[in-house]
């Protein structure tokens, strides 16, 4: 499966922003799909994740409330709709694809990843 991330960019804190990631070459709706995030210096870290269906999924403590993981298995795109950003929201964001079509917050369960978008939220 190839991925490809969309829709960073440069925000304040309080705004929104919506990521996409479009998949080709393989059965997106076979399989959940993650999103991920990283800051140079540290480890990559999860932020949300969906099963293959889109019936159900999994956040991270630090994104819960704030942001939104959906899926159009007809256009084989995951989304990521962010609000109400905070500067240490500001990280690479990576789709991923995993193995298993259950939603996952563990990163070795995924075996596709995307390039990342860059998301920037300043104070």
């Known amino acids: 499966v190839q991925l490809q991330a969309s829709g960073g960019g440069l925000v304040q804190a309080g705004d929104s922003l919506k990521l996409s990631c479009a998949a080709s070459?393989?059965?997106?709706?076979?399989?959940?799909m993650g999103w991920f995030r990283q800051v140079p210096g540290r480890e990559r870290e999860f932020v949300a994740s969906?099963?293959?269906?889109?019936?159900?999924?999994f956040y991270a403590d630090s994104v819960k409330g704030r942001f939104i993981i959906s899926r159009d298995n007809a256009k084989s795109t995951v989304y990521l709709q962010m609000n109400n950003l905070k500067p240490e929201d500001t990280a690479v964001y990576y789709c991923?694809?995993?193995?298993?079509?259950?939603?996952?917050?563990?990163?070795?369960?995924?075996?596709?990843w995307g390039k990342g978008t860059l998301v920037t939220v300043s104070s």
């Open positions: 991923a694809s995993s193995f298993s079509p259950w939603y996952d917050s563990d990163k070795r369960r995924y075996d596709s």
């Open positions: 070459g393989g059965r997106f709706s076979d399989n959940a």
């Open positions: 969906i099963d293959n269906r889109g019936q159900t999924w």
